[in-house]
């Protein structure tokens, strides 16, 4: 539904107890509906006061009782948030008193916001890309420091800067293409077809290098389903309690202790873990811990990442083999921790040889008394490339819509970069590219047509 030219409004803080809370109002009538519930102390009109300055004064309720004092601040368009006309009421932030101003915005003229209807007028008035606008939710979302920093760096603008950045140079291939149509008698040659294949091949490479983020980018926002297994005892809940910096699980010396799964949310290695730690896997009469273990297999097979832990004072054992031989047929990446690392090495080279032949990556720890997890960090971030970026600078895409529409980009620009190889009339090529293009700027939401015509007729020098 398209409610551009109503005027909304909504509590934008959160619901509850606070010193203060913020009731924000956006639309053509925004001025008029604020000055219908507020009186400023200085006794001027709302609109005669000079935007972006905070004015204290009364507020008045929807039956025009005061009900509360507080801070309006009057944004006019486009210099807002949304790009409209905008005014933010601060009042104090009791449960009572917040509804209270917000039903008072309504009857004074306002309706009620939809979800995200702030941050979807900033992108239809051109305030944010689409990137920025998703940007925006995921930095509301964030729980963690990487969360904050993935979304704080494209809400200003990496993710779509790169991207501009490929759009441009796919355009400047554009125009010698669009040239070349429109003047055949001024043949392109093998020198100028081989610059456009490169110029090509460039965007490509870059659309590939933006593509590659995705697998760090989606491990922050969403999460790495991550299962901790092995046998009863080699450490697999002090792992957890290590990794989690809680005693979430139970650890003692009795084998089995832990009988159902145990969930947790932490932020490790640089990206985000929703880790599970299950029964250990082993042969059991015990109905319950059967059922345990039946989960646990289960746990392994929907993971995006595995844990294995052994216990590397001991030889292994004939349940270690078959977590070996369950681990042969899991496609997902696999961290092959041998533990108790202080009480000596018992576990024999072969041993570990047929552990790495199974695993992505072998690490030694003592999660039970030594308790540092930097080995497991680093090998995790290694694994999902978050020791390489530098997520508060670098454009890191976290998104499946953001994937796939790059990802058209991508086989455009293939099918392209073959045509002009290949010899295929120029029109074909063009075509191509302009898929591609048509697929960069949906990927932050741009419409096609004007952007690319204005550019492209921008570019022509006079007479041509
Ligand atoms: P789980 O059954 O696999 O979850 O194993 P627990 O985490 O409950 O650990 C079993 C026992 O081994 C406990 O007594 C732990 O304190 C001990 N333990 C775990 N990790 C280590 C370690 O690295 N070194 C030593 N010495 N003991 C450990």
């Given at each position: 539904m398209n409610r551009i030219g109503t005027t909304i409004a909504a509590v934008s803080t959160p619901r509850g107890r606070g010193g203060i809370a913020v009731i924000r109002i956006s639309g053509p009538d925004a001025v008029r509906v604020a000055e219908g519930m507020f009186i400023p102390k200085s006794g001027k009109k709302l609109s005669e006061i000079s935007p972006r300055k905070a004015v204290f004064g009364s507020i008045l309720d929807s039956t025009g009782e005061v009900c509360d004092e507080g801070m309006v601040t009057v944004f006019l368009s486009p210099a807002s948030f949304t790009g409209e006309d905008s005014v933010e009421i601060a009042c104090h932030g009791g449960v009572a008193v917040t509804q209270e101003v917000y039903l008072s915005a309504l009857a004074?003229?306002?309706?009620?916001?939809?979800?995200?209807?702030?941050?979807?007028?900033?992108?239809?008035?051109?305030?944010?890309?689409?990137?920025?606008?998703?940007?925006?939710?995921?930095?509301?979302?964030?729980?963690?420091?990487?969360?904050?920093?993935?979304?704080?760096?494209?809400?200003?603008?990496n993710v779509t800067r790169a991207i501009s950045e490929i759009s441009e140079g796919l355009l400047d291939t554009m125009t010698a293409l669009y040239a070349a149509i429109d003047y055949p008698e001024e043949d392109v040659g093998d020198e100028g077809e081989r610059e456009i294949g490169g110029t090509l091949q460039r965007s490509l490479d870059?659309?590939?290098?933006?593509?590659?983020?995705?697998?760090?980018?989606?491990?922050?926002?969403?999460g790495v389903k991550c299962v901790i297994c092995g046998r009863p005892n080699v450490g697999k809940s002090s792992l957890f309690n290590l990794m989690t910096g809680e005693e979430s699980a139970i650890v003692t010396q009795i084998a089995g202790t832990t009988r159902d799964i145990l969930r947790e949310t932490v932020s490790f290695g640089g990206v985000t873990l929703r880790l599970s730690d299950t029964a250990g896997i082993h042969e059991s009469d015990d109905t319950v811990e059967k059922m345990g273990i039946d989960r646990a297999e289960s746990e392994i097979e929907k993971s995006e990442l595995v844990i294995a832990v052994f216990d590397g004072s001991e030889p292994l054992t004939d349940e270690d083999k078959s977590l070996i031989s369950k681990l042969s047929t899991v496609t997902a990446p696999k961290i092959g921790v041998i533990n108790k690392a202080d009480m000596g090495c018992v576990i024999t080279e072969d041993e570990i040889s047929a552990i790495s032949a199974v695993c992505t990556v072998v690490i030694r720890t003592s999660a039970g008394e030594i308790t540092d997890g930097s080995q497991l960090e680093s090998a995790i971030s290694q694994l999902f490339g978050s020791d390489k970026i530098d997520l508060r600078h670098e454009a890191v895409i976290w998104d499946v819509r953001q994937r796939e529409q790059l990802e058209h980009a991508r086989i455009s620009l293939e099918k392209a970069v073959m045509a002009i190889e290949c010899g295929d009339p120029i029109d074909c090529v063009c075509t191509l590219a302009e898929e591609a293009m048509c697929a960069l700027n949906e990927t932050d939401g741009r419409g096609i047509e004007q952007h690319i015509v204005a550019e492209i007729f921008a570019r022509f020098c006079v007479g041509k």
């Open positions: 004074h003229g306002a309706t009620a916001a939809g979800p995200g209807e702030f941050t979807r007028r900033a992108f239809i008035n051109g305030k944010m890309s689409l990137t920025e606008a998703e940007a925006v939710g995921l930095l509301i979302d964030a729980d963690t420091k990487e969360r904050m920093q993935l979304s704080g760096g494209a809400v200003r603008g870059k659309v590939n290098s933006l593509l590659g983020t995705y697998k760090v980018g989606k491990a922050i926002s969403e």
